[in-house]
Each structure stands twice: as C-alpha cells, then as structure tokens.
C-alpha cells in the first residue's frame, strides 16, 4: 500500500463522526504548525531527506508527514511525486515563501499565515498585498446589467426591450 493510500485511510477513518473527525484535524493542524514554525524560522535552508526522515525529525507519523508534503507541494519550486511516495523516497523542500503566504491564505489557515515567523521573512506591505491578491482572485465580479431602455449590446441601435432582450 503506497503513503498516499495510507493518508487517505487514516483521514476516512476519522471522518466516520463528528468528533473523532474534529479531534483529527485539530491534533494534525497543531503538528503542522509545530512544522511550519521549524521550517519558517530557517527559510533559506532547503529541507531534503526520505519522508521517513522528515517525519522523524518532524515528530510525525510517516503517512501524516505524507499529508503534510501533501498541502505544501504546491509551494515548493520543485513540486514532489506526492502519489507514489514511499517511506524511503526523497523529497527536496525548497520552500517559495510569496507562493506559501499565498496559498495558506487561500486555504483560510489563519493559523498558519498568522505566525510570527512571517514578520522576518515577508514584509507586512507584501503579505498585506499577497493576502489581497489571494482574496481578489476568488471573487466574483458580475458585469454591468443591461437595462430594458438601453441601447442593446449587439449594435442594432434599437433598445435592448425591442432587440436581444426580446421574450421569444
């Protein structure tokens, strides 16, 4: 059975209910921080090791450390094979802190683009405008509505009522 298959049991077994479902993701959201704050307090060193080893120097469990390199590939520089892992695969965490600050904003982790380490690393001028530029990209801007008495859009010159707004 590969990593990834690992980490997909162990989350479907714990979203059988509610509560040991909430129990899950709060215990594995606090290990990720723990990581985040590790890893963000030498942001130049890139990481590289087995995913056993990381998940040994961690504190982690190896498919848990799996699902970690999981939400923080799309981050790195040179993204990971994440489905056919292996405990004794190398992986190589080259970490793009502006793509990290960005993406974890869009993952609503509050938790994690708010620690501390951010201070050091990005100014609050870039996070502020990555954090906006995330926000901006997820919203809907609906164009300007097309009113009965106006001029109709395809160029006829009559009113919209009387052309393309017509009720067939």
Do not use: H
């Amino acid at each position: 059975m590969s990593l990834m298959q690992d980490w997909e049991n162990i989350v479907a077994q714990y979203s059988q209910d509610a509560q040991s479902q909430q129990k899950f993701w709060t215990n594995y959201y606090l290990k990720e921080k723990e990581v985040y704050e590790q890893l963000l307090t030498q942001p130049v060193e890139v990481v590289t090791g087995t995913v056993k080893e990381l998940a040994e120097k961690y504190g982690m469990e190896t498919p848990l450390m799996l699902g970690f390199l999981d939400g923080i590939n799309e981050s790195i520089k040179e993204p990971n094979p994440i489905e056919s892992l292996e405990e004794d695969s190398t992986v190589t965490l080259d970490i793009d802190l502006e793509k990290l600050y960005y993406n974890m904003v869009g993952a609503k982790a509050d938790w994690l683009y708010e620690l501390p380490q951010w201070e050091g690393l990005l100014t609050e001028e870039l996070r502020k405008e990555l954090y906006k530029e995330q926000k901006s990209s997820t919203t809907i801007v609906k164009g300007k509505k097309i009113g009965r008495n106006d001029p109709c859009p395809c160029g006829s010159g009559k009113k919209y009522k009387f052309c393309c707004g017509k009720n067939n």
